[in-house]
């Protein structure tokens, strides 16, 4: 199981890296969130993949005695895709308005003033 995700983080970061280094900002775009979701699951591997029962504690215990598995991961990892959504969201509307404006998506005329004819 492990190996299946290392492979799959694997992929979605050069994935992620490959489409970031494009010069389209969709591209850009697609690669942020292909690293984001990369990093989620590398978050999930770090955390220790346990079959175990949840960390709920009995009202007659004061400590865990049995295999638990870790909510922290899950947590982080609830936080960031929350955080995701709303910085894509954000960013397709940016990426609609610059569109709109200059009626190209590629990051090299974004720089470059253009020349104005004499």
Same mark, same amino acid.
């Given at each position: 199981?492990? =190996?299946? =995700?290392?492979?799959?983080?694997?992929?979605? %970061?050069?994935?992620?890296? %490959?489409? @970031?280094?494009?010069?389209?900002?969709?591209?850009?775009?697609?690669?942020?969130?292909?690293?984001?979701?990369?990093?989620?699951?590398?978050?999930?591997?770090?955390? $220790?993949?346990?079959?175990?029962?949840?960390?709920?504690?009995?009202?007659?215990?004061?400590?865990?005695?049995?295999?638990?598995?870790?909510?922290?991961?899950?947590? =982080? @990892?609830? $936080?960031? @895709?929350?955080?995701?959504?709303?910085? $894509?969201?954000?960013?397709?509307?940016?990426?609609?308005?610059? %569109?709109? =404006? @200059?009626?190209?998506?590629?990051?090299?005329?974004?720089? $470059?003033?253009?020349?104005?004819?004499?």
């Amino acid at each position: 199981m492990e =190996l299946l =995700l290392v492979a799959s983080i694997g992929f979605l %970061y050069a994935a992620g890296v %490959y489409l @970031i280094l494009k010069r389209s900002m969709v591209r850009l775009l697609l690669g942020i969130v292909l690293l984001g979701n990369g990093t989620n699951l590398l978050i999930f591997l770090l955390g $220790t993949i346990t079959k175990g029962k949840p960390p709920v504690i009995e009202p007659n215990l004061k400590v865990l005695a049995d295999i638990y598995s870790d909510p922290v991961p899950q947590a =982080l @990892i609830l $936080t960031a @895709i929350v955080i995701s959504f709303g910085l $894509t969201s954000f960013a397709i509307v940016l990426l609609k308005r610059v %569109y709109a =404006l @200059i009626d190209t998506d590629d990051l090299d005329d974004l720089n $470059t003033p253009e020349e104005e004819d004499i």
